[in-house]
């Protein structure tokens, strides 16, 4: 059974930084792509960062391009997004979700979701 474990969301001023963290059991880095999404209050939930199994191929929505990198460790079976230059409009709460494929450019999100960490930044 595939779960996902997010950790690391908190309270952070504007341009400050959080890495969060996504231990998975049951699923295999090297098989499976992985991402990040975020849900902000109201709105829909959209990919934040993706990676492709293995870690060869990383993709980010313009809006965080630059300042967030996804990046794995694959002896600990974690998935990291290290957070830099936070904005106001980064709030939501952020989600990994492992992918139906190893990759990352065609990437279909699967039923396997964490629980969500709460990420608030202040101005």
């Known amino acids: 059974q595939v779960q996902l474990m997010e950790s690391g969301g908190g309270l952070v001023q504007s341009g400050g930084s959080l890495r969060l963290s996504c231990a998975a059991s049951g699923s295999d880095f090297n098989t499976y792509a992985m991402a990040w999404y975020r849900q902000a209050p109201g709105k829909q939930r959209e990919s934040v960062a993706r990676?492709?199994?293995?870690?060869?191929?990383?993709m980010y929505a313009d809006s965080v391009k630059g300042r967030f990198t996804i990046f794995g460790d694959y002896a600990k079976n974690t998935v990291y997004l290290q957070m830099n230059s936070l904005k106001p409009e980064d709030t939501a709460v952020y989600f990994c979700?492992?992918?139906?494929?190893?990759?990352?450019?065609?990437?279909?999100?699967?039923?396997?979701w964490g629980q969500g960490t709460q990420v608030t930044v202040s101005s």
């Open positions: 979700n492992r992918g139906r494929s190893g990759s990352s450019t065609y990437y279909a999100p699967s039923q396997y």
């Open positions: 990676m492709s199994s293995g870690g060869t191929s990383t």
